[in-house]
């Protein structure tokens, strides 16, 4: 299993898809936490606003899964994508003898890996370097930086889940271009189902799922059993899309 983990992490650092996606994540993360700590772009009624931390106002941006889908299913579509051949078969040498249950997991740890540097990683270690090198260092104190701890902690978790979606797509479409179009697709339903008028069923199930605590883990107070909750969200979101995604790439032919 760590042989695997190994071949799949080196194989992504030799992606260059990945290396543009790091450099194009950093330079627009600083641009934009720039813009916003010199007061040349307005944002108001954040959840860091209301945490007084309107300094990491422009982290808004890469919470949002509409943003970051287009992040993470590009990376998919370059790193996961590209193992299968044009017919939908599994390549050989991803295989080597191995088996499928131990390629699905290392897969999914080194690109959830990778979509968290891309996406979580560097707009959030961005935004403290801007703060700092700007001038507003004092606004990183310990209650701030405890909520920001819990905030991302907890985000990092549903995160994980979203990973395990967009994987899943990834395996179901073996193409790149299917992956970001229907990943993005995907969000965009979600999206819709968050803001349109639903069935008290649907409503249930989407209070209940990790895009809706997309935005909640970001409350600037969260009490024990909500915590809790979305603890619990995201680790049966996981299992559930995992176990799916398992099935689906068991069930792919080897060519």
Known sequence: MN???KAELFKL????????????STGLSALLHYLVIIGWWQMHGTVFDTAGLSE???LSTFTVPLFFNLIVSTLAGFFI???FSQSGVIKNQVMSGNKRLHIF??????????????????PLVTALVMVILLGHGDVLNLTNMSYVGRAYSLFTLQFLGYTAIIMLLAIITDDSGKTIILSILFTILMFAIEKLPKPTFIELLYENSIFNQFS???KL??????????????????I?????????????EIK
Do not use: D, H, P, Q
Not at 13 to 24: C, D, L, P, T
């Open 3 to 5: 042989n695997l983990i």
């Open 13 to 24: 650092k030799r992606n260059k898809s990945f290396w543009v996606i790091i450099g194009a």
């Open 56 to 58: 990491l106002n422009a």
């Open 81 to 83: 994508s590209i193992e």
């Open 105 to 122: 997991i290392a897969k999914y740890l080194v690109f959830s890996f990778g979509s968290i540097i891309v996406t979580i990683l560097i």
């Open 216 to 218: 909640t883990v970001f």
């Open 221 to 238: 107070t969260m009490s024990t059993g909500e915590i809790t909750m979305s603890i619990l969200i995201a680790f049966l979101s996981l």
């Open 240 to 252: 559930i899309v995992s176990v799916c995604g398992i099935v689906v790439f068991k069930k792919k």
